[in-house]
């Protein structure tokens, strides 16, 4: 798996869905220097040194953000008031533009985890 195959399923979306999710990856791209890409539980993931930092996903109504671990989510609750969220990710709409600091603020987190050995 690889960059291609995450660039095959934005091809396969929607435009309105595909532009939120290649802004996301721009930033991921940006915050993770030396990331790569792949596909994991069926979505496009960004990974560190061979760990999944974060997944993305369309959805019929919506799209998701998938820090592949319930503890950034619960850790990073008062940042994500504004959105839907389950225990594995969170929902944002078509329109709607993850900001910078938020996205970083999560791989950072994940980031911990992974230091601590708790990447669940």
């Known amino acids: ?63 998701g953000y998938f820090p592949h671990s319930s503890i950034v989510i619960s850790r990073l609750e008062p940042e994500l008031t504004e959105y839907r969220s389950s225990k594995g990710g969170f929902q944002f709409g078509f329109d709607r533009r993850l900001p910078e600091d938020l996205v970083q603020k999560l791989v950072n987190e994940k980031r911990k985890l992974i230091a601590e050995g708790k990447n669940k």
């Open 1 to 63: 798996m690889s960059s291609q195959d995450v660039d095959r399923y934005l091809e396969g979306l929607m435009p309105i869905q595909r532009a939120g999710l290649e802004d996301l990856r721009e930033k991921l791209l940006k915050l993770i220097p030396g990331a790569t890409e792949a596909i994991s539980y069926s979505m496009p993931a960004v990974l560190e040194d061979g760990k999944v930092l974060a997944g993305y996903a369309a959805f019929k109504n919506h799209l």
